[in-house]
């Protein structure tokens, strides 16, 4: 306690209100060191949180963001989550179209192929080979255009 550390010459008699004002002052002391150190580390708190904010910003100023970014950003997010079954849907289609023995284009050219000899009988058939020879050439066309571009589309997403 405070009295124990003093001199004798405060416990006389008579200095009791001088004691008391030292006790006072004393207190008012510690309570002093004890809101300045609080006020030290609120400044320390407010110092560190001024440098977080300025890193944001500066990160963000960095960043060049545009104006409905964020709504292209949640749209190809969406578009890449299913990339297994958009692979899958790609290889699938390949097959069907293209690769397989039984491929819808060779199947196509086999009939227009079957319906050109039958027209060489009779030319009334002319309209059909027509037909399946553009709808051979279709389905070549998109499979050319689409089933080509679609992967490599969906790789430049997932690259950047």
């Not at 008579?14 to 400044?43: H, I, K, M």
């Not at 949180?49 to 964020?70: C, M, N, T, V």
């Not at 199947?107 to 037909?131: G, H, N």
Request: with cysteine.
């Amino acid at each position: 306690m405070l009295t124990a550390s003093l001199p004798s010459w405060t416990r006389l008699p008579g200095n009791g209100a001088a004691l008391a004002e030292v006790r006072t002052a004393y207190q008012a002391l510690s309570d002093a060191r004890a809101e300045l150190a609080r006020f030290d580390a609120d400044a320390r708190a407010r110092a560190e949180r001024e440098d977080l904010l300025r890193f944001q910003l500066s990160e963000l100023e960095q960043a060049e963001i545009q104006p409905g970014e964020d709504d292209a950003l949640r749209a190809e997010r969406e578009r890449t989550k299913g990339a297994e079954k958009f692979l899958a849907a790609c290889t699938r289609g390949e097959e069907i179209l293209y690769s397989s023995d039984d491929a819808v284009a060779g199947r196509i050219a086999s009939v227009a192929r079957e319906i050109a000899a039958l027209a060489q009988l009779d030319p009334a058939l002319l309209p059909v080979v027509e037909t399946l020879r553009s709808a051979q050439a279709q389905v070549g066309g998109f499979g050319r255009r689409s089933w080509g571009a679609m992967p490599a589309a969906f790789v430049s997403t997932q690259s950047g």
